[in-house]
């Protein structure tokens, strides 16, 4: 069951490049309105752009604050608010990697396999201020992993060989057209041949 507010608004969404990517954003530390707002316009955000979660940064924002919707191993969803994450890894003989396929909002229409560790449990507050928790398997594990990243200024491009690099870089500029550069506010052109579906995270 999502606990996620409904009454945002869509913001256009920040791309690879932009400095807010690229650095450590600043801790939250005030829990008003402002924030409130924020993260029910990151909601509206990750829904428009039919994402699995998104990070502040990626509207812009240089905060340490995400949103998730995403489901685990089993298909069960998982939904969340969490400022100020702290990720926890598996281990020695509990470490396992997936090499699942992990695509960026931020660099919309461009996949490519990513290996993680197949389980992740982040800690932090909600936007209350309020302690929480969420672990998981799967796509959840990916998500969670892929959105800490970006509060601390890292994308998944960081993460990848200079190879698969350099062939994602290639997608997303083949597709680049097709994303307005307020998408996605402005909806996708040629949406049709944009089936993400079954493609891996889309956060
Ligand atoms: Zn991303």
């Given at each position: 069951m999502s606990t996620l507010p409904t009454d945002g608004?869509?913001?256009?969404?920040?791309?690879?490049?932009?400095?807010?990517?690229?650095?450590?954003?600043?801790?939250?530390?005030?829990f008003?309105?402002?924030l409130h707002?924020l993260v029910a316009d990151m909601v509206a955000?990750m829904n428009?752009?039919?994402?699995v979660g998104l990070?502040?940064?990626?509207?812009?924002?240089?905060?340490?604050v995400f949103v998730f919707n995403c489901p685990?191993?089993?298909?069960v969803y998982q939904s969340g608010v969490v400022c100020?994450?702290?990720?926890?890894?598996?281990?020695?003989?509990?470490?396992?990697?997936?090499?699942?396929?992990?695509?960026?909002?931020?660099?919309?229409?461009?996949?490519?396999?990513?290996?993680?560790?197949?389980?992740?449990?982040v800690?932090g507050v909600d936007e209350n201020g309020e302690p929480v928790s969420y672990?998981g398997?799967?796509?959840l594990?990916?998500?969670?992993?892929?959105?800490?990243?970006?509060?601390?200024?890292?994308?998944?491009?960081?993460?990848?060989?200079?190879?698969?690099?350099?062939?994602?870089?290639?997608?997303?500029?083949?597709?680049?057209?097709?994303?307005?550069?307020?998408?996605?506010?402005?909806?996708?052109?040629?949406?049709?041949?944009?089936?993400?579906?079954?493609?891996?995270?889309?956060?």
């Amino acid at each position: 069951m999502s606990t996620l507010p409904t009454d945002g608004s869509v913001r256009p969404m920040t791309r690879w490049g932009t400095d807010v990517m690229h650095h450590v954003n600043q801790p939250v530390t005030e829990f008003g309105e402002e924030l409130h707002t924020l993260v029910a316009d990151m909601v509206a955000t990750m829904n428009a752009a039919e994402g699995v979660g998104l990070a502040a940064n990626q509207v812009g924002v240089d905060l340490q604050v995400f949103v998730f919707n995403c489901p685990d191993k089993n298909g069960v969803y998982q939904s969340g608010v969490v400022c100020n994450p702290v990720l926890e890894l598996p281990e020695g003989k509990d470490r396992q990697l997936d090499e699942g396929d992990e695509g960026c909002l931020s660099l919309p229409g461009a996949f490519t396999k990513c290996a993680r560790p197949d389980f992740a449990r982040v800690t932090g507050v909600d936007e209350n201020g309020e302690p929480v928790s969420y672990e998981g398997d799967g796509l959840l594990a990916r998500c969670l992993q892929h959105e800490t990243d970006h509060t601390q200024g890292m994308v998944f491009g960081d993460r990848l060989s200079r190879k698969y690099k350099k062939r994602l870089f290639a997608e997303a500029e083949e597709f680049a057209a097709d994303y307005p550069d307020d998408w996605p506010v402005s909806p996708m052109l040629n949406q049709d041949e944009h089936d993400h579906s079954d493609e891996g995270l889309n956060a």
